[in-house]
């Protein structure tokens, strides 16, 4: 029904940067928050930052001051700039949706991109 398409990983030094997108398409009444999570080896996913349609913006602790997290409404599309990066940020990133479907209008449904690597190492 939904569909995200993630690109922008690699693999950078520490200090270096790299830019992440993720369009959805599908079936999509409303997006309601999209979201970046990552998920390193041995480790739980974590959140990273979300967006809700209002605006709203959360970021995880260490990567405040780091990351920004943006999104384009006509494009339904999300985008995370990855500033200053660091070895412990090495993991897989995925995106997430929120999104109200036409076939599920009165409902709300998670959708996962299926993620895309970013390695920071010298």
């Known amino acids: 029904q939904v569909q995200l398409v993630e690109s922008g990983g690699g693999l950078v030094q520490p200090g270096g940067s790299l830019r992440l997108s993720c369009a959805a398409s599908?079936?999509?009444?409303?997006?309601?928050?999209l979201g970046w999570y990552r998920q390193a080896p041995g480790k739980q996913r974590e959140l990273v930052a979300s967006i809700t349609s209002g605006g709203s913006i959360t970021y995880t602790n260490s990567v405040k001051g780091r990351f920004t997290i943006s999104r384009d409404n006509a494009k339904n599309t999300v985008y995370l700039q990855m500033n200053s990066l660091k070895p412990e940020d090495t993991a897989v990133y995925y995106c997430?949706?929120?999104?109200?479907?036409?076939?599920?209008?009165?409902?709300?449904?998670?959708?996962w991109g299926q993620g895309t690597q970013v390695t920071v190492s010298s």
């Open positions: 997430n949706a929120d999104v109200t479907t036409f076939s599920r209008r009165y409902s709300r449904d998670d959708f």
């Open positions: 599908g079936s999509i009444l409303s997006i309601n928050a």
